[in-house]
Nanobody
């Protein structure tokens, strides 16, 4: 079955950086557009960033634009989210998701999430 596994979360101070990874298995990686989402307790999951199957197109939420960078290595079945200049408001569980219908489509596959905590 299809699996997406995130890693790289942790505790970091304001202004610090983290790199999240998302490794996919059970599916041809290039069939997926990939998205990153985040969620805090009591709130809806929100879009953070997305990347097309070939990496040619990337998208960001306004709140992270200029600080976060999404990329993918199709040879390694891995997507990345580099997060710089982190703020306490970035604290959340971060999820990787895969879509068969493009970055704007429905995300059929989800990872289990990785916790990011930014201390002030």
């Amino acid at each position: 079955q299809v699996q997406l596994v995130e890693s790289g979360g942790g505790l970091v101070q304001t202004g610090g950086s983290l790199r999240l990874s998302c490794v996919a298995s059970g599916i041809r990686f290039t069939s997926l557009a990939l998205g990153w989402f985040r969620q805090t307790p009591g709130n809806e999951r929100e879009f953070v960033s997305a990347i097309s199957w070939n990496g040619a197109f990337t998208y960001y939420a306004d709140s992270v634009k200029g600080r976060f960078t999404v990329s993918r290595d199709n040879a390694e079945n891995t997507a990345y989210l580099v997060m710089n200049n982190l703020k306490p408001g970035d604290t959340a569980i971060y999820f990787c998701a895969g879509s068969l219908t493009g970055t704007g489509g429905k995300y059929e596959y989800w990872g289990q999430g990785t916790q990011v905590t930014v201390s002030s």
